[in-house]
């Protein structure tokens, strides 16, 4: 499980380069580098479905978000009290990490799952749907009410992006001010 | 003399475009219609066959994407597949419950196996693909204000 | 133990981001960093140590398949951060037309 380690590791390298440099588009590109390795990492997990998924999610989120930054890069001065607040964000992430720690010692041992659900999935899944990849059988047919509500939150994604971009019309309000002060005259 | 500046990318990613736009539409297909044999499914073909269609307006200018795959067209197909995703799952219905796996389902490893998934795969990446496509023209189409006080100025002084 | 670990460094890195930074694509940046964390630890519970891939092949020598179940549900969790990243960069784009500036701190008006 070397590698394994070895790409968690460039994952937080990238993040980190994403964080701290001042240039936004050189973040974006960072935040490419580490979904990237996100993905190889999904197909050492013997996760194909979900490696597929995450590299084309993750081209179209960095199109939208180069979209969003060009030309409007502004460098910005950090002003004061900035030691003070960089002390207290510090101890809050120490503080999170140790009682995370705490609470993940109650998980089962990595690479031993306990799979009482998944099991019945597994062994009548081919029996009872006939499809041949368990993870489409179990989108699609066991558990398919939560397909139908992630179509949902697409559609109203697509009508919240459509309705924040609109033109609300302002010509309109500039001409009936101008009737307004040519009867006033 | 004033030449109009050419929309659109130089000329090695515009040649490079028509060849290879084609290919990627087509593997989107393929991984939608193979969702229940191998890996894949209808989101991510979904996204696969949005994905041509923005290549194509990033390569070219918005006006040739528009003669692809209009905004009207985009409208009508993300509409007709949750119709049919929703109409798919209302038929169930007809056997006992909701969503009902009611199309027999023939031998494993055949195209034409697992009953209902597969007309799911494809209302599902018919609405994620022009979702999407409409997702990221609204986003480039968005034009300020300051932006278009300085594009009159141009054609003024012109 | 240690990978879980490692996940958790890069959560709280997402976390440090989205509260200590002013600029607001920073922001952004951070909340992807949180959805790319939160994906992987479910991936990671559902490891199974000389697994297989959950896909059933012609010839059936081994049965021994990592969990199915968590695929599922990082399927569906992906494609909803692609939406929720589509609606800030929007808001962002609106936030930048109204105040010229992408700096949290002198964004003050409430009136929209």
Known sequence: MVELYVLLVLMIIGALIAIEIKDLLSSVIAVGAAGLALSIIFLILKAPDVAITQLVVEILALIILVRGTLKRDLPFSTTGRWLLNTII????????????MKCFKDLPEFGYPIMKVAGTYIQEGLQKTGAVNLVASVILDFRAYDTLGEATILFTAVIG???????????????????EDEEEI | MSRERE?????????ITRLTVGLIFLYGVYIVTHGHLSPGGGFA?????????????????????????????ASLFEDAGAILFLSIALLGFTGGYFFLNFISKGQPFKLFSAGIILPCNIAISLKVGAGIFAIVVALVLLEFELE???KEEKKGKR | MSIYLLCLIIFSLGIYCVVRKRNVIKIIIGVIILEYAV???FVLVAYRVNGRAPIFSAEQEVLNMVDPLPHALVLTAIVIGLATTALLVGIAMRLYEKYRTFDITKIRELKG
């Open chain 1, 161 to 179: 992006v459509l309705a924040i971009v609109r033109k609300i019309g302002r010509k309109k309000v500039d001409e009936e001010i101008r009737e």
């Open chain 1, 89 to 100: 964000t510090a101890c809050f992430v120490v503080i999170f990490l140790a009682v995370g």
């Open chain 2, 7 to 15: 929309k659109g990318m130089s000329l090695i990613v515009k040649t």
């Open chain 3, 39 to 41: 994906n992987l630890f």
């Open chain 2, 148 to 150: 278009e006080e300085k």
């Open chain 2, 45 to 73: 073909g979904g996204v696969i066959i949005a994905l041509s269609f923005v290549h194509l307006m990033l390569a070219y200018g918005k006006e040739k994407a528009f003669e692809k795959l209009s905004r009207a067209a």
